[in-house]
């Protein structure tokens, strides 16, 4: 939120239909009882989820992420840790309003919607369930070197993995703009190492393709080691990007976790 200055945003709290640089309602409802924030993949940008802000926009104050360094915010500086860009998100959430909340991620995004959640459970109540999507549990490693290679190696990994960003590939003037944050994401997610031990207390849905080339069965149910509240898991056929062919499905999973929100914040306790 560069428009608010940094020593005033924990005091200011933001309507529920603003955008920001960082904040982006496509569909602004800030009647809803319930929140979901967006969290792009490697590359990515808020206007992603623009499918999935307009297909909750009845029911969630829906909130895409918008990183630096991409579309509009192109001149901005790119984050290459996941630990900077996950304090930048935070300090960017905390100025929305009190609100049930769904955090969604896919790839880099589910990592980061994690990170992000563990940092406001430290101090202020995190989301209620964080639903990771086409990404490996944070405590799995492999050796992934995609931000060290030439542009072409970059373009080719692009290519193998058929994300959205293969729109850009037809087109080296748009494409050569986008690479820096791509490669700044790549950077971030493969030199990311998460805390063995470290668990939610919000419940955690994972999202995974049956053919995803970086995520296997095992790899996605070790999320449940990162939770101290409900898990559920649930696969799809397809790739890395099989949320783009499976959207009403995916849309469902989302919906089940924004009414189990909403049915905690509303259920008295005892």
Not at 29 to 47: D, E, I, M, T
Not at 145 to 152: F, I, L, N, P, S
Not at 236 to 250: D, E, L, N, R, T
Request: charge should be positive.
């Amino acid at each position: 939120m560069s428009d608010i200055p940094a020593r005033r945003r924990l005091a200011v709290t933001i309507a529920d239909d603003v955008t920001t640089a960082w904040l982006r309602r496509y569909h602004p409802n800030p009647g809803r009882p319930v929140r979901l924030v967006c969290f792009p993949h490697a590359g990515g940008s808020a206007s992603f989820y623009h499918p999935v802000s307009a297909a909750h926009r009845a029911t969630a104050d829906v909130v895409c992420l918008q990183y630096p360094g991409r579309q509009d915010r192109r001149l901005e500086t790119c984050h290459t840790s996941i630990a900077s860009l996950a304090d930048a998100v935070v300090a960017e959430l905390r100025v929305l309003s009190p609100k049930p909340t769904v955090f969604f991620g896919h790839s880099m995004g589910a990592i980061l919607a994690y990170e992000a959640a563990l940092r406001l459970e430290r101090t202020l109540s995190g989301p209620h369930t964080v639903v990771a999507s086409g990404r490996r549990a944070p405590s799995t490693v492999r050796a992934e070197t995609v931000h060290a290679r030439d542009d072409e190696g970059v373009i080719t990994e692009l290519r193998r993995l058929n994300g959205t960003v293969s729109g850009l590939l037809g087109d080296d003037e748009i494409l050569r703009m986008a690479l820096p944050a791509i490669r700044a994401d790549y950077e971030a997610i493969e030199t990311y190492r998460g805390a063995p031990d470290a668990r939610l207390k919000a419940g955690i849905t994972v999202l995974t393709g049956h053919a995803d080339p970086l995520t296997t069965t095992d790899e996605a149910a070790a999320w449940q080691r990162h939770t101290a509240g409900p898990f559920r898991m649930a696969g799809f056929p397809g790739g890395h990007f099989f949320i783009a062919a499976h959207q009403a499905a995916v849309n469902a999973e989302i919906a089940r976790d924004l009414a189990a929100a909403h049915r905690a914040a509303v259920t008295p306790v005892g």
